[in-house]
Structure formats: structure tokens, C-alpha cells
Antibody
Framework: EVQLVESGGGLIHPGGSLRLSCAAS????????MHWVRQAPGKGLEWVSG????????DYADSVKGRFTISRDSAKNSLYLQMNSLRPEDTAFYFC??????????????WGHGTLVTVFS | SYDLTQPLSLSVALGQTAKITCGGH??????VHWYQQKPGQAPLLVIY???NRPSGSPERFSGSNSGNTATLTVSRARAGDEADYYC?????????FGGGTKLTVL
């Protein structure tokens, strides 16, 4: 069974930093690109970032470019999102998600349950 | 950036057919995926690459894509189909979602 378990969310002031983690299991981690997708409470889905199977290609949404950094660790079957210079509009549930294939190009096959990040003054 | 437009809401009578649209410039040249999201849950892929159903997705769900509109069709609607539905494409190395459509089954 595929499992994606996010952690690291919490309350943070504007300008602060957080690091999200996602522990993956139940599939061959190195065969899949991975993504972070967020959803503000009561709002729609917004893709944040994606990373290919070998970390060779990394993409970001314009809204987070220069502030967020995605990375992955094959030895730990884990995905990360370093979030710096956080803003109130970054408040959302952050989902870890598994791409269909190794590149940032497919639909999302599996999602974690999400971790909530709240940026408040 | 590439914009996808969905109706905010749609109602369908129990047992009838709902068609949820997703509009975008020349979307017919792209591959469209559809997700279902129920309250408090993560999204679930229900249609991929325009008209393919993943394992576990009911046959009542189908998709089409042509010109400037992609459509998710939910046939013989059930109460359990009540959810938010999102279309999604890739454009210029960016994953883009539509704003979502809330489907209500009456």
C-alpha cells in the first residue's frame, strides 16, 4: 500500500521558515517524480513544486520561486520542502504527491493527507 | 501562465448525468486529468489523459477533450459522487489546476 506521510507543518510568523517532510513507502521511490501541492482552507488546489526522480529537473510555481526549495533523499525515501520568507498567503494544507512516472509530466497517482501551515502576524 | 476555467458549482438529480467543463486555450492539444475531492480528504484521480480511468474509478466516470473545452461526465449520479472536481494540465513545466467545481447531487 502506498503511503505518503507529511510532517513539519505548524504556526509561524511572516518572514519565518519551515521545513516540511514527506515519508514515502509502498512503492519504488526512485521511479517517480514527486510534488508538493497546497490548498488554502476552503479554496482550490495549487501546485507548488515538482522534482524528477533523479532531482535533475526541479520546477516551481511563480508564487514560491526564490523562497521555497524542494529536495528528495532516496536513501530515506523522503521528500522535503524548505519554505523561507513565509507570507500569510502561504497559509494552506500542503500535500505530498506522487507522479505517475519519473518526470514532472504526469497526473498525480497518490496524495498524502496533508500538513497545515499557518502564517500569522 | 495558463488558465483553466471551471464552473463554481453544478447540480444534478440522482441518477442523471452531470457534465463538468474545463475551459482553456487550445486545451484539446493538452492532456487533461481530473480529480475528485470530498470534504476533509485528499484528492483522488478519477480520469487521466483525457479519457482513461485509473483502477478503481467507476465506469460511470468518463472524459473528453477537444478544442477549448475538456469535459468530465458523471453518468447515473449517486449521492457519493457529491464532491469538488478539479481539472489539471501541464503547461510550460507548470502543473495547473482549474478552480474546481462543486457537484451537488439532488
Amino acid at each position: 500500500e502506498v503511503q505518503l506521510v507529511e510532517s513539519g507543518g505548524g504556526l509561524i510568523h511572516p518572514g519565518g521558515s519551515l521545513r516540511l517532510s514527506c515519508a514515502a513507502s509502498g512503492f519504488t521511490f526512485d521511479d517517480h517524480a514527486m510534488h508538493w501541492v497546497r490548498q488554502a482552507p476552503g479554496k482550490g488546489l495549487e501546485w507548488v513544486s515538482g522534482i524528477t526522480w533523479n532531482s535533475a529537473k526541479i520546477d516551481y510555481a511563480d508564487s514560491v520561486k526564490g523562497r521555497f526549495t524542494i529536495s528528495r533523499d532516496s536513501a530515506k525515501n523522503s521528500l522535503y520542502l524548505q519554505m523561507n520568507s513565509l507570507r500569510p498567503e502561504d497559509t494552506a494544507f500542503y500535500f505530498c504527491a506522487r507522479d505517475t512516472g519519473p518526470y514532472n509530466s504526469g497526473p498525480i497517482l497518490d496524495w498524502g493527507h496533508g500538513t497545515l501551515v499557518t502564517v500569522f502576524s | 501562465s495558463y488558465d483553466l476555467t471551471q464552473p463554481l458549482s453544478l447540480s444534478v438529480a440522482l441518477g442523471q448525468t452531470a457534465k463538468i467543463t474545463c475551459g482553456g486555450h487550445d486545451i484539446g492539444s493538452k492532456l487533461v486529468h481530473w480529480y475528485q475531492q470530498k470534504p476533509g480528504q485528499a484528492p483522488l484521480l478519477v480520469i487521466y489523459r483525457d479519457n482513461n480511468r485509473p483502477s478503481g474509478s467507476p465506469e460511470r466516470f468518463s472524459g473528453s477533450n477537444s478544442g477549448n473545452t475538456a469535459t468530465l461526465t458523471v453518468s447515473r449520479a449517486r449521492a457519493g459522487d457529491e464532491a469538488d472536481y478539479y481539472c489539471q494540465v501541464w503547461d510550460s513545466r507548470t502543473m495547473t489546476f482549474g478552480g474546481g467545481t462543486k457537484l451537488t447531487v439532488l
